[in-house]
Every structure is written in C-alpha cells, then in structure tokens.
C-alpha cells in the first residue's frame, strides 16, 4: 500500500503560467517532505523541502505548501517554463529512528509547452 | 565531486542469470540507498545502508534479492535467478544524513528477456 500517493500521472501547462502537482500521504508519522525533479536518463535531484511545523516554504518560483490536517502537499511552480518540464516525485520521511528513510510517491510527469 | 557513480549505465540479459550492479557512493557520506523505478509503483525503496550495515531491507521482494556493502565507497545489488518482472530502473543514491541531502547516482536500466 502506498504511503504517499500523486494521483495525476501527468501535467500539461503553458508556459508563464502556474503549475500545480498535488501529493496526498497516509502516515501521520511523516514530519518531513521533499520534492525531487528527474530528467529523463538522470537521477532525481531535491528541489524543496517543507518541515511538517510549517505550512509554506518558498524558494524562488517554487513553493511548498503543506495541510497537516488534510494530509495534503502541493508544489507551485510561478511563473512555468520549458525547463521545468520534468517528472516531479513527492517524498516523505518519519522522525525519529527512521529520519534517513524517504518514501517516493509514483511521480508526476510536467510538461511546460511554450 | 564525480557524484554517485553506479555501473553498467545498461544491462540487457536472460531471465535466469545473475545480475550484479554497482554503486560508488560519493565519499564521506555514510548514508547507501537502493532504489527501483518503476511505471506502475514509481520509485520504490528496496534497502539502506548506514556506516555499511544494513538497516532496512524491507522494501527488498524476493530472496532472489541481495545487496552488500564491503566497505565505505562501494555497494551491489545482486538478483540471482532474474526474471522479467525485474526490468526497471534501478537507483542509488547517497547521503550524509537526513532526508534532505540524497544525492542520486543516473541509475541502471535493466532488462531481463
């Protein structure tokens, strides 16, 4: 049974517009959530993290938002461009003596067209 | 830093070899995971290594499964019989500690026919 789960497979966006990639989770024992980005032929690199103490965190054109009570993140991406195009991997990881160990959910395939 | 280096890029071979792949983790890190991509179950933890011992290798199938860490710069995962089912990407990735530092290696397409 998945832990964390991206219902959408796939995303297609204009570029200049905003992206949003949706990721539901079951453990309320997950204090921590990444966002990975994987280009085809290449491993998956982090590209933001929210602790679950806060609601939001931003980093440039991509933000984090986290619904504790929902158990619902989403990632924001303003404005989109073609570069972001990606497959984006929603992440999660207890406390504790399991800190080191991130669960993947099944990933979200974005396609910015210009 | 050259990163997580895992060998071969491809490996294309017949159901019921054996199959060794391999993983340099990036030095100093004390952190060795084993991931599998696939399309219907995307990214699936299979075993983690911290200081080279195993701590969590529930995520791992089947017997057929196995993974060592000898030492600090290098890990394999070995399938022995592989069956067709076993085609995925397989990832490894390293880290210092915590679950914001993985650093993946550009994994290995395996095929099994």
């Known amino acids: 049974d998945q832990q964390v789960k991206q219902n959408s497979p796939s995303l297609s966006v204009q570029e200049g517009r905003i992206s949003i990639l949706n990721c539901d989770y079951t453990?309320?024992?997950?204090?921590?959530f990444l966002w990975y980005k994987k280009y085809p032929a290449e491993g998956p690199t982090f590209l933001i993290s929210?602790?679950?103490?806060?609601d939001k965190n931003e980093d440039g054109r991509f933000t984090v938002f986290l619904n504790k009570s929902a158990k619902h993140l989403s990632l924001h991406i303003v404005p989109s461009q073609p570069g972001d195009s990606a497959v984006y991997f929603c992440?999660?990881?207890?406390?504790?003596?399991?800190?080191?160990?991130?669960?993947f959910g099944p990933g979200t395939s974005l396609s910015v067209i210009p | 830093d050259a990163g997580v280096i895992q060998s071969p890029r491809h490996e294309v071979t017949e159901m019921g070899q054996e199959v060794t792949l391999r993983c340099k983790p990036i030095?100093?890190?004390?952190?060795l995971f084993w991931y599998r991509q696939t399309m219907m179950r995307g990214l699936e933890l299979l075993i983690y290594?911290?200081?080279?011992?195993?701590?969590?290798d529930s995520g791992m199938p089947e017997d057929r499964f196995s993974a060592k860490m000898p030492n600090a710069s290098f890990s394999t995962l070995k399938i022995q019989p592989s069956e067709p089912r076993d085609s995925a990407v397989y990832f490894c990735?390293?880290?210092?500690?915590?679950?914001?530092?993985?650093?993946f290696g550009s994994g290995t397409r395996l095929t099994v026919v």
């Open positions: 453990n309320s024992m997950f204090d921590y």
């Open positions: 929210i602790s679950s103490i806060k």
């Open positions: 290594f911290n200081n080279n011992v195993p701590i969590d």
């Open positions: 990735a390293s880290s210092l500690s915590g679950p914001y530092g993985y650093t």
């Open positions: 030095s100093g890190h004390d952190y």
């Open positions: 992440a999660a990881s207890e406390g504790g003596t399991s800190y080191d160990k991130v669960i």
